[in-house]
């Protein structure tokens, strides 16, 4: 579950040092934003054990990333395994794993010592980031990250029309750009909730990209069915079992 508004937002303190921790607290109760502090914890085994303990009852881990043990950045990724993950924020005085933050979806990364300012920005974006939900009860991203060229790219998932399987990688298409990511499509669906539509097993697209619905059959008369994507104005086939779905989702549009 995420905190609705007006409702404390529930944070996970994670720092090995015990007056980082508390002064972290400190700063969380002054905000005007409402954040109750469920749970500190010195360690990331710690704190990996109590999320798996309590799912769904933090909506936030403020995260230290060198620490004793396995790091920060190492516990980020098994959160985000978890069923019920909550948001990352970073609080690091090492501002060169900021790269690696944005490839594990961190809400955010702040660096030490923390103004209260910064942390009033990192606290609403996570309370903006815990509205949407995917399918299957997580938070759904803001963006993507792609790598191009050498560079690591955050790609806002509300630009995205379609993404689409193509032999060992999948294709993500922007009004005016394709990128190449490796993600598999079911973990991709999986991520981005009820926002896109399966129409094929080859291909996901956002349902505010769909224009309209043709039958369009194969020259050997078997009926067949393809959505228009506005902007590009392309053509994506869409399986037969599928057809119903996206007619009703362009009907509620």
């Not at 409702?7 to 109750?36: F, H, K, N, T, Y």
């Not at 303990?53 to 881990?61: I, K, L, Y």
């Not at 005016?176 to 973990?187: F, K, R």
Request: glycine letters at 4%.
């Amino acid at each position: 579950m995420t905190a609705e508004r007006g409702v404390p937002l529930r944070a996970l303190v994670v720092d090995d040092e015990a007056l980082a921790r508390q002064r972290l607290v400190a700063l969380l109760g002054r905000l005007s934003e409402p954040v109750s502090v469920v749970a500190q914890c010195a360690e990331a085994g710690a704190a990996l054990a109590w999320l798996e303990a309590h799912p769904g009852e933090a909506d936030v881990c403020f995260l230290d990333i060198q620490m004793p043990g396995p790091d920060g950045l190492r516990l980020a990724d098994k959160i985000r395994a978890l069923s019920h993950p909550p948001l990352v924020v970073f609080v690091t005085a090492h501002a060169e794993h900021a790269l690696k933050a944005f490839e594990l979806e961190a809400c955010d990364y702040l660096t030490k010592p923390v103004r209260q300012d910064r942390l009033a920005q990192a606290v609403m974006r996570c309370r903006k980031q815990s509205t949407p939900l995917s399918a299957t009860g997580t938070v759904a991203p803001e963006a993507l990250v792609v790598q191009e060229r050498g560079r690591v790219l955050r790609v806002p998932v509300a630009r995205i029309l379609y993404l689409k399987a193509e032999l060992k990688y999948v294709t993500l298409r922007t009004v005016d750009h394709a990128y190449v990511i490796d993600d598999s499509l079911s973990d991709l669906q999986e991520r981005l909730g009820e926002a896109f539509i399966r129409i094929h097993r080859n291909a996901l697209v956002a349902r505010a990209a769909m224009q309209r619905l043709e039958r369009r059959d194969d020259p050997d008369g078997t009926e067949g069915w393809a959505v228009q994507v506005r902007d590009s104005g392309e053509w994506l086939v869409v399986s037969r079992r599928q057809v119903p779905l996206v007619r009703e989702a362009l009907l509620a549009s």
